[in-house]
Protein backbone atom coordinates (compact mmCIF):
# COMPACT_ATOMS: atom_id res chain seq x y z
CA UNK A 1 0.00 0.00 0.00
CA UNK A 2 2.81 2.57 0.64
CA UNK A 3 4.00 2.74 -2.85
CA UNK A 4 0.62 3.02 -4.19
CA UNK A 5 0.31 6.14 -1.62
CA UNK A 6 3.97 7.02 -2.77
CA UNK A 7 2.96 6.48 -6.85
CA UNK A 8 -0.55 8.80 -5.59
CA UNK A 9 1.83 11.63 -4.37
CA UNK A 10 2.52 11.96 -8.68
CA UNK A 11 -0.82 12.69 -9.83
CA UNK A 12 -1.13 15.88 -11.43
CA UNK A 13 -4.71 16.15 -10.77
CA UNK A 14 -5.40 18.78 -7.81
CA UNK A 15 -8.59 17.63 -6.99
CA UNK A 16 -8.01 13.15 -6.80
CA UNK A 17 -4.55 12.15 -6.10
CA UNK A 18 -4.68 8.00 -5.93
CA UNK A 19 -2.22 5.51 -6.91
CA UNK A 20 -2.42 1.75 -7.59
CA UNK A 21 0.80 -0.80 -7.27
CA UNK A 22 1.15 -3.99 -8.59
CA UNK A 23 3.17 -7.61 -7.27
CA UNK A 24 3.82 -10.61 -8.43
CA UNK A 25 2.33 -13.99 -6.43
CA UNK A 26 5.48 -13.48 -4.13
CA UNK A 27 5.54 -10.34 -3.57
CA UNK A 28 7.90 -8.26 -6.52
CA UNK A 29 7.07 -5.34 -7.32
CA UNK A 30 5.82 -4.97 -10.79
CA UNK A 31 4.50 -1.30 -11.34
CA UNK A 32 3.04 1.37 -9.93
CA UNK A 33 1.02 4.14 -11.49
CA UNK A 34 -1.54 6.94 -10.50
CA UNK A 35 -4.46 8.81 -11.95
CA UNK A 36 -2.67 11.24 -14.46
CA UNK A 37 -2.29 12.27 -18.36
CA UNK A 38 -0.40 10.11 -21.45
CA UNK A 39 3.23 10.60 -20.49
CA UNK A 40 4.12 13.98 -22.23
CA UNK A 41 0.79 15.53 -22.34
CA UNK A 42 0.85 18.78 -20.31
CA UNK A 43 -3.16 19.78 -20.31
CA UNK A 44 -4.37 23.61 -20.49
CA UNK A 45 -4.87 24.13 -16.56
CA UNK A 46 -8.35 24.43 -17.14
CA UNK A 47 -9.15 21.43 -17.90
CA UNK A 48 -9.45 20.42 -13.76
CA UNK A 49 -12.37 22.77 -13.69
CA UNK A 50 -14.59 20.72 -16.73
CA UNK A 51 -15.02 17.18 -14.68
CA UNK A 52 -16.19 15.40 -17.74
CA UNK A 53 -13.60 16.71 -19.69
CA UNK A 54 -10.54 16.18 -17.50
CA UNK A 55 -12.02 12.06 -16.69
CA UNK A 56 -12.31 11.99 -20.49
CA UNK A 57 -8.75 12.68 -20.76
CA UNK A 58 -7.07 11.27 -17.47
CA UNK A 59 -6.32 7.36 -16.86
CA UNK A 60 -7.77 6.04 -13.62
CA UNK A 61 -4.40 4.60 -11.21
CA UNK A 62 -5.32 1.16 -12.42
CA UNK A 63 -4.82 1.63 -16.27
CA UNK A 64 -1.80 3.44 -15.81
CA UNK A 65 0.15 0.88 -13.50
CA UNK A 66 -1.29 -1.87 -15.20
CA UNK A 67 0.26 -0.34 -19.03
CA UNK A 68 3.38 0.50 -17.17
CA UNK A 69 3.94 -1.87 -15.52
CA UNK A 70 6.55 -5.22 -15.78
CA UNK A 71 4.86 -7.83 -17.57
CA UNK A 72 7.67 -10.72 -16.52
CA UNK A 73 5.10 -12.40 -14.40
CA UNK A 74 1.56 -12.55 -13.75
CA UNK A 75 0.06 -9.28 -11.85
CA UNK A 76 -1.43 -11.19 -8.80
CA UNK A 77 -1.62 -8.47 -6.21
CA UNK A 78 -3.12 -4.84 -6.63
CA UNK A 79 -3.20 -2.61 -3.84
CA UNK A 80 -4.72 0.87 -4.46
CA UNK A 81 -6.08 4.17 -2.78
CA UNK A 82 -9.74 3.62 -4.05
CA UNK A 83 -11.99 0.92 -4.81
CA UNK A 84 -11.74 0.62 -8.57
CA UNK A 85 -14.80 1.87 -10.70
CA UNK A 86 -16.45 -0.55 -13.01
CA UNK A 87 -14.13 0.44 -16.39
CA UNK A 88 -10.99 -0.43 -13.49
CA UNK A 89 -12.97 -3.44 -12.32
CA UNK A 90 -13.06 -5.03 -15.75
CA UNK A 91 -9.38 -4.54 -16.61
CA UNK A 92 -8.20 -5.86 -13.64
CA UNK A 93 -10.47 -9.16 -14.02
CA UNK A 94 -8.87 -9.29 -17.33
CA UNK A 95 -5.03 -8.99 -16.48
CA UNK A 96 -5.98 -11.88 -14.41
CA UNK A 97 -5.34 -10.32 -10.98
CA UNK A 98 -6.17 -12.60 -7.76
CA UNK A 99 -6.62 -10.11 -4.51
CA UNK A 100 -7.14 -6.71 -4.28
CA UNK A 101 -6.32 -4.35 -1.31
CA UNK A 102 -8.34 -1.14 -1.01
CA UNK A 103 -7.60 2.12 1.42
CA UNK A 104 -10.93 4.05 1.02
CA UNK A 105 -13.92 3.12 -0.58
CA UNK A 106 -14.73 5.66 -3.48
CA UNK A 107 -17.67 7.83 -3.42
CA UNK A 108 -19.68 8.74 -6.46
CA UNK A 109 -19.66 12.73 -6.69
CA UNK A 110 -23.39 12.86 -8.09
CA UNK A 111 -25.31 10.26 -5.58
CA UNK A 112 -22.70 10.14 -2.37
CA UNK A 113 -22.91 6.80 -2.34
CA UNK A 114 -20.44 3.90 -2.82
CA UNK A 115 -19.93 2.56 -5.59
CA UNK A 116 -20.22 -1.19 -4.90
CA UNK A 117 -20.07 -2.33 -8.62
CA UNK A 118 -16.70 -4.04 -8.13
CA UNK A 119 -17.58 -6.22 -6.06
CA UNK A 120 -20.34 -8.28 -8.27
CA UNK A 121 -18.04 -9.02 -10.70
CA UNK A 122 -14.87 -9.78 -8.22
CA UNK A 123 -17.30 -12.33 -6.64
CA UNK A 124 -17.85 -13.95 -9.80
CA UNK A 125 -14.31 -13.75 -11.18
CA UNK A 126 -13.27 -15.67 -7.46
CA UNK A 127 -11.00 -12.55 -6.86
CA UNK A 128 -10.54 -11.65 -3.64
CA UNK A 129 -10.94 -8.04 -2.47
CA UNK A 130 -10.69 -6.59 0.89
CA UNK A 131 -10.13 -2.81 2.83
CA UNK A 132 -6.89 -2.17 4.13
CA UNK A 133 -7.61 -2.93 8.23
CA UNK A 134 -7.20 -0.31 10.84
CA UNK A 135 -4.69 -2.10 12.28
CA UNK A 136 -2.92 -2.25 8.68
CA UNK A 137 -3.64 1.52 8.53
CA UNK A 138 -1.42 2.21 11.87
CA UNK A 139 1.60 0.13 10.92
CA UNK A 140 2.06 1.75 7.78
CA UNK A 141 1.82 5.27 9.95
CA UNK A 142 4.28 3.75 12.44
CA UNK A 143 6.63 2.79 9.36
CA UNK A 144 5.98 5.87 7.67
CA UNK A 145 7.17 7.66 10.49
CA UNK A 146 9.65 5.94 11.86
CA UNK A 147 11.34 5.67 8.12
CA UNK A 148 10.84 9.41 7.66
CA UNK A 149 12.61 10.33 10.71
CA UNK A 150 15.74 7.87 10.06
CA UNK A 151 16.11 9.03 6.48
CA UNK A 152 16.29 12.74 7.69
CA UNK A 153 18.62 12.44 10.48
ZN1 LIG B 1 -11.15 3.31 -12.92
Same mark, same amino acid.
Given at each position: ?9 ? &? ?5 QTGT &? ?12 ? %?GFDA???? #? ?26 ? &? ?30 ? %? ?13 ? /???? #? ?16 ? /? ?12
Amino acid at each position: MLAAIDAASR &SEDPQTQTGT &SLFSSDWKPLGTGC %NGFDAGFVP #DPSVFDDRAKKSALIHHAEVNAIKNCNK &SQPIHYLASLLTPCPSCTALIKGWGVKEVFYL %NQYIIPATGKPDEAF /RAIF #DFAGIKCRAITEEEKENI /RTFTKNFALHALK
